[in-house]
């Protein structure tokens, strides 16, 4: 403690905050510790021993402890106070706070090792002109001067995004390529290499500026609101990320539907329309899980019908047996909606009588100009608009729909006139998405509580992930420019808790027409979250709208995502369970290795792949660092690759290189139609034999893939792998976990040993077993009766 005090002290004495801050007094209450100061108060509250609130209030300001983010509700965390002179230190097992009283100075530590201190704090800026490119109010934090930063919501810009002040404003960027300074989602979160991150608790418009100055200064800076914010430790980055989803709420698990093909454009026109591509999907046996309806279900035109809410019965004559028959084929139905109630649409006038519309400063419905009409907007703040909103989806849903796709949420357009019963339009601009997700989240607790909600959103905040939104990049460019950014983009949103960002496979605006870029995209969608062809109309996104040959390539990608379906779906779970991101960067692996805070070209999926997306044309060959903690093997062909070597590999056609970590078990099965045809009771475990892999560990999460909270109500079961290598032998250990409501199958598993085909002997329960070998694998029968403990031996 000693040593963490004068270190402390001579830190506060290089990094001062405000001169004009004089400490005052201190007291404990109820956990929490407040400070007065001569400008304010301080209030730091522990949530956890790696998770810590600072709010200041300033003199003459009330208390607002209302956050739209956070859910988590403050442990009983021990902490320590010890004081001397000039001192306080506020300390768990994990986190310390240090408050050095003159010259004021706090300090945050997490076991005994400096994140990040305030410099001048909480601050009003004087004497300049105040607008929305200069706001108010600032919260100002000194960095070290080699730290990467990333966070600040979904942008494009390069994975360390420190050296640029990033506006926090919702807003699409229709057309995007490589770089995107603002987009759909400006999270208040900046995360470090040095294994932190701060939440900036406020969901009023701003700015985070990640030392553009370059003087070593994050500043965080709002026009109105909360000066709260939380400061966030890590062991790992998984650990860290983890802990910032128990701060702010873990994801829903998704139905397993969600992880299939989606057939998706803009648009399709009529009732026939829907029910012919999906027949065609059918006939070609491309697999296909969802449909996606634009906005033609509502109306005949782009303009003047948003807000109609309701079938085009012209084009839509029975839109309850199309659902009906789409279901009893597996496919399920999803419809765009958008909060605006244009004054030409049917609702208009019922919206503006029932008063669930945004308004003007003296109540009247505020109404404006966009692309689309002339409108208003549905205030999913006040309670009537929710309960009016609701009962639109609610009506829908008990149709048959099976999930939505929220657009707009931004919102696109909000001008800064409005108000909302929650606040003025900037004020609530980045939590309206947010909010509108929980209100359908809510919705489905009430009145549908057995089933997962599906909800595609492109705008949210901190914490969406907790209402189960599905976020997706935007309207990306359809060319080359446009893949590249994508991988970033899913990393860094997967980094803020919002682990299935996506994107439109194929490329979105625009009428470039590249069969290769097409096929690049949708390798790449492989191994990501969402897979969702979508586009404009001008070129195809759906594969069975492509020639012949493009077509057989789309199907074998659609293919091998089915077979990942049960690798998938565990990393759902994982997420669910753990908030870990099912995209990773390579530093997660390596976080000391400085050459990796910057790349995106590479990264994981999930724990045990390796994927490098092509994201340039022609290309035959590229350039791959595998990291150091493992050997890995080629996915396609099993070529082994070096732990810590960068290599040239050669680049195919029919795939982008996907590799394996030595020692991983990868459980897959034979394609399906759709997930209706999904069962565990064949399937094939392969197992990655590295002789340096001595144990390692992987499983299977199963359930009926549709219950809300499965997993919680006991309704699931876990087919847990373990490998312990030696010289000459292999035992691999099978064990599955049965919940208390859920009854498990017969299983047949085919075990798929690979770099091992010539074994002594092979034993299942010390039973000898034909097996089959191959070039480089062995196969190995394991049937698993009423989850019984199984272990094979591999003598070698």
């Known amino acids: 403690m000693k040593n963490i005090i004068l270190f402390l002290l001579v830190s506060s004495i290089s ?81 310390t706070v240090s408050i050095v009283k003159s010259p004021f100075q706090i300090t945050y530590l997490y076991k005994n090792k400096e994140l990040i201190s305030e410099k001048n704090g909480y601050a009003k800026r004087e004497n300049v002109a105040i607008s929305k490119e200069q706001p108010k109010e600032t919260l100002e934090f000194n960095l070290d001067a080699s730290e990467a930063l990333y966070g600040a919501g979904a942008r494009a810009l390069g994975m ?129 899980d969802a449909i996606i309806l634009d906005l033609y279900w509502f109306g005949k035109t782009v303009q003047g019908t948003m807000g109609n809410l309701d079938w085009d019965k012209d084009n839509f004559s029975d839109p ?83 999930g939505w796709w929220g657009d ?88 803020q808790g919002m682990a299935y960002m996506h994107s439109d496979l194929g490329g979105f605006a625009g009428d470039y027409f590249d069969n290769e870029l097409y096929i690049r995209w949708l390798q790449y969608g492989v191994f990501q979250p969402v897979y969702r062809p979508h586009a404009q109309e001008d070129v195809a996104s759906e594969p069975v709208y492509k020639d012949i040959v493009t077509k057989a390539k789309a199907k074998k990608q659609i293919e091998l995502r089915y077979q990942m379906l049960l ?16 995209m990773r960067p390579l530093f997660f692996e390596e976080p000391q290795n400085e050459k990796l805070l910057n790349s995106c070209d590479s990264y994981l999926w999930g724990n045990d792949f390796l994927v490098t997306p092509i994201t340039k044309a022609a290309v035959t060959s590229t350039s791959i660092y595998f990291p150091k903690s493992n050997n890995w093997f080629d996915f396609y062909t099993d070529k082994k690759h070096e732990a810590g070597a960068t290599e040239t590999v050669s680049v195919s056609a029919d795939n982008i290189p996907v590799f394996v970590r030595g020692g991983a078990f990868i459980p897959m099965i034979k394609t399906i139609q759709n997930t209706s045809k999904y069962s565990l009771a064949n399937f094939d475990l392969h197992f990655y034999y590295d002789e340096k892999a001595t144990n390692s560990f992987g499983k299977v999460y199963n359930d009926d893939g549709l219950t809300s909270n499965a997993y919680e109500k006991g ?65 190995i029968p394991v049937a698993i009766e009423k989850g019984m403990d199984k272990e094979i031996k591999i003598q070698l």
Do not use: C
């Open 15 to 95: 990094f001062a905050q405000n001169a004009n801050r004089k400490f005052e007094s201190y007291k404990l209450v109820q956990n929490t510790l407040e400070i007065k100061t001569s400008d304010g108060q301080y209030f730091i509250k522990p949530y956890s021993d790696k998770i810590i609130e600072t709010t200041f209030l300033p003199v003459g300001e009330n208390l607002n402890s209302n956050s739209h983010a956070v859910v988590l509700t403050p442990a009983k965390t021990v902490f320590k106070i010890k004081q001397n002179q000039n001192q306080l230190v506020f300390s768990s097992n994990g986190i």
């Open 160 to 288: 360390n995004r420190r050296g640029n002040r990033l506006e926090l404003y919702n807003q699409a960027d229709y057309g995007y390529g490589t770089h995107s300074k603002k987009m759909n989602f400006s999270i208040p979160l900046v995360l470090s290499s040095k294994i932190y991150a701060v939440h900036f608790d406020n969901g009023a418009i701003g700015y985070l500026d990640l030392d553009s100055k370059k003087d070593n200064t994050l500043v965080y800076e709002t026009i109105s609101g909360r000066k709260t914010y939380q400061v966030i430790a890590g062991d790992t980055w998984t650990d860290l990320i983890s802990n910032y989803t128990i701060l702010t709420g873990k994801q829903p698990l998704v139905p397993r539907w969600a992880l299939g093909n989606f057939s998706s454009r803009f648009g399709y026109h009529t009732q026939d329309e829907v029910t012919k591509t999906i027949d065609k999907y059918i006939k070609d046996e491309i697999p296909v």
């Open 320 to 402: 309850k047996k199309m659902i009906t028959d789409l279901n009893s084929k597996g496919v399920k139905t999803i419809l765009i909606t958008e909060p605006f109630i244009l004054t030409t649409s049917k609702k208009w006038q019922e919206a503006v009588d029932k008063k669930i519309l945004a308004t003007d400063k003296v109540g009247n419905p505020f109404k404006y100009d966009f692309y689309f009409g002339n409108t208003g907007l549905v205030d999913v703040f006040k309670p009537e608009g929710k309960t009016w909103f609701w009962n639109i989806y609610k009506n829908l849903i008990n149709q048959g729909i099976g």
């Open 408 to 495: 707009l949420g931004e919102p696109e357009v909000f001008p800064s006139a409005a108000f909302t019963t929650q606040g003025s339009a900037d004020e609530v601009h980045n939590i309206y998405g947010h909010t509108w997700a929980k209100m359908i989240r809510d919705g489905y607790a009430t009145d549908f509580p057995t089933v997962r909600p599906f909800i595609l959103m492109r705008a949210g905040y901190s914490g969406s992930q907790n209402y189960g939104m599905i976020p997706w990049s935007g309207d990306v460019s359809r060319s080359w420019e446009g893949l590249q950014s994508q991988p970033e983009i899913a990393l860094q949103m997967g980094m």
């Open 567 to 582: 690798y998938n779906y565990t990393l759902a779970f994982e997420n669910n369970n753990k908030g870990l991101p099912l």
């Open 715 to 779: 309704a699931y079961e876990i087919i847990n792998f373990a490998n312990n290598t030696t010289a000459k032998l292999i035992t691999i250990k099978v064990n599955t976990i049965v919940g208390k409501s859920f009854t498990s199958i017969d299983k047949k598993i085919n075990l798929v040993v690979h770099n091992v085909n010539k074994p002594i002997k092979i034993t299942v329960n010390g039973m000898n077993v034909d097996f089959k070998t191959n070039t480089n694998t062995l196969e």
